[in-house]
């Protein structure tokens, strides 16, 4: 089976080398373990953002939510350097692609936990999501 031009057997090798998984039992995260995993590697404080000291507390969200933008910008260019060689035949580039997704999906945690949208809440989004999809 293909897709993208990948074969199974090797996208099964790229996840089980690359998969994020949690380290008890090597299972798979939930959604929210994987948002305290990201949030917990990307701290918005002064010590990882040496302006924050300077802006008041109730800026502190604002700069978190253009930060977050600007990697979001990031991953849609590393996504674009995967994607656009494909028009001119180049094959794709799986662990960039992969980087790129995995990227996508930190940047849409970070910024649901500086929204205050909980895991719970986001996945209930995405139930909406998915029956707003499905009727139009």
């Known amino acids: 089976m293909k897709r993208l031009g ?3 057997e ?3 090798l790229f996840a089980l080398k690359f998969a994020t998984v949690a380290v008890e ?7 929210c373990t994987l948002t305290d ?3 917990r590697h990307w701290p918005f404080n002064a010590e990882h953002y040496p302006i924050l000291r300077h802006l008041p507390a109730e800026e502190h969200a604002h700069f978190s939510l253009g930060h977050i933008l600007d990697h979001q910008i ?6 674009a350097e995967v994607v656009e060689p494909l028009a001119h035949g ?9 980087l790129a997704t995995r990227n996508f999906l930190a940047n849409t945690l970070r910024l649901a936990a500086v929204a205050g949208i909980t895991p719970d809440e986001l996945a209930a989004e995405m139930s909406v999501w998915a029956r707003e999809v499905r009727t139009t």
């Open 6 to 8: 990948i074969d199974a």
């Open 37 to 39: 995993t990201v949030v």
């Open 10 to 12: 090797a996208r099964f």
């Open 74 to 79: 990031k991953a849609c260019g590393k996504l």
């Open 90 to 98: 180049a094959p794709i580039d799986d662990f960039r692609l992969h």
């Open 25 to 31: 039992g090597r299972r798979p995260m939930d959604l």
